[in-house]
């Protein structure tokens, strides 16, 4: 239980495009998502808290309208990389949170490879 | 001074040996303490938690959480090269959603 799907697994795109990444709890409802981005040899960084019907909650220092995140559903998170950079190129992760018979809990995506070319 | 801190490694030790991880804080809040592995280009993997100090067994693993000096430890028992990969610490808070990682350590376990 407790799956996390990631698409796509890796995005080549052009200076100045936008990708979109999707997020998927597979087998459970997930009122909560969250996206952290990783960079080499680094920890993960938290980006933003996604509530389902509602808008997300971005860290200090990432801004909202270059990363533009959607949880339309309780299994469905997606996160939007608008106008992309070099600079953006990182392992974008998602995880979800799951209630179970202690504290919530946090399942993690696979991650998506990003490359800005 | 990071929020919490792990040696980066890399460990390197040979298979059957104990593996030691551990981590400081510094946010005398956090009261949950979980253990993430991460492989190569993969998402992290969740291993165990604790809740405040004290011990918990998994298994190979054990964790371990002393709340008076910041520290939380991780063992693995009889290592196996397939636990090679890198060892994140994620505390928090007991409301909060926010996990806050480690750097994480690096591990290598050679046959």
């Known amino acids: 239980g407790a799956v996390v799907s990631q698409h796509p697994s890796r995005v080549i795109c052009k200076s100045g495009t936008s990708v979109k990444i999707e997020c998927r709890s597979l087998?459970?409802?997930?009122?909560?998502m969250f996206w952290y981005r990783q960079f080499p040899k680094q920890s993960l960084m938290l980006m933003a808290t996604?509530?389902?019907?509602?808008?997300?909650?971005?860290e200090q220092g990432v801004e909202k309208d270059k990363f533009l995140i959607n949880h339309a559903s309780l299994t469905l998170s997606t996160l939007t990389v608008t106008s992309a950079h070099p600079e953006d190129s990182s392992f974008y992760i998602c995880?979800?949170?799951?209630?179970?018979?202690?504290?919530?809990?946090?399942?993690f995506g696979p991650g998506t490879r990003l490359t800005v070319t | 001074q990071k929020e919490v801190e792990q040696d980066p490694g890399p460990l390197s030790v040979p298979e059957g040996a104990i593996v030691s991880l551990n981590c400081t804080y510094s946010?005398?809040?956090?009261?949950?303490f979980m253990w993430y592995r991460q492989y190569s280009r993969k998402g992290p993997e969740l291993l165990m938690y604790?809740?405040?100090?004290g011990n918990k067994e998994d298994g190979r693993f054990t964790a371990q959480v002393d709340k008076s000096s910041k520290y939380i430890s991780l063992f693995i028992r009889d290592s196996q090269p397939s636990d090679s990969a890198t060892y994140l610490c994620?505390?928090?808070?007991?409301?909060?959603?926010?996990?806050?990682f480690g750097g994480g350590t690096r591990v290598l376990v050679k046959p």
């Open positions: 087998d459970f409802q997930a009122t909560t």
């Open positions: 996604s509530n389902e019907g509602s808008k997300a909650t971005y």
């Open positions: 995880s979800a949170r799951v209630w179970t018979s202690g504290p919530y809990e946090q399942y």
């Open positions: 946010n005398s809040a956090f009261q949950y």
């Open positions: 604790t809740y405040s100090s």
């Open positions: 994620a505390p928090r808070e007991a409301a909060g959603n926010k996990l806050t």
